[in-house]
């Protein structure tokens, strides 16, 4: 299959086969968000993700982690991912867990029950893009969700028997605001227990007219590494893995908490250094 737009996933997927279902993001209005802009929102003809699947079942893969592509898999009605889960089981019966991205507004728009057959299909993580746990933040980058809406999915999916990772962003309340930022978060990560916090440093690309206009002033790289500092300070879920990355290229601070913390905040005191 030729793969359509840029291929985005959590560094944690890159030994996951990445089977995409559909093309782009069905939202697609995130204000930071550029990943997209380019493509209509689509989804992938069934006969075309079988092609995929005997295509790899043919070069002798049988993958123990399916990851399934674009921006929000998760968007697909939940009659769809059945007939998607099962075609992945009985082409790699050797597959084990499915994961993929999810909006909040995705995963409310599927009823208990859906959940829980998706569950059973192996679905056992989903990557949300949390973000930020501040309400004007949230509203100001256009999410597509508000914080109780995101505490409902969440606990929804953890009923359900389905794991979630955090996507997260320092700097994404700008100038000034990182501690007050990473003290929200923390809150949020600690009550909701994702497995996996990923944090992308926020790059405002597509965010000119807001910064022209004054309206976001993007946060320095040492304020986010002192972002990035307090949320792993206060970050008490335990065993959960975090990775984040700063720069371009990029500068990785990762670890398993409460174990690798001391580890963590020594690396962002190294990197804050060369600033
Ligand atoms: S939902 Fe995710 S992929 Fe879609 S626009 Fe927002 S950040 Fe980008």
Redesign the pocket.
Known sequence: MEYEGRI?RAPGERASYNLPVTV???????K??????DLTYREIPLEKIEEELRRVKDLGGDPKVVYLG???AFHLKAEQLVTILNMVHSYFPGCQEIRM?S?VPDILAKTDEELKTLAELGVKRLYI?V?TALPDVLKFM???HTLPMAYEAIERIHKAGIDYAA?VMSGVAGEGRGIENAEALAAFVNETKPVLVVNFDMFPSHMEEDMAAGRFVPAELKESLAECRRFIELAAVEGVEYDSSFGFPPDRVWGTLPKDREKMIAAIERMKKTL
């Open positions: 985005c782009g993001c069905s939202y697609n209005h995130c930071f968000c550029g990943l997209f802009k674009d921006g929000n991205d909006t893009g973000e256009n999410k597509c996507h």
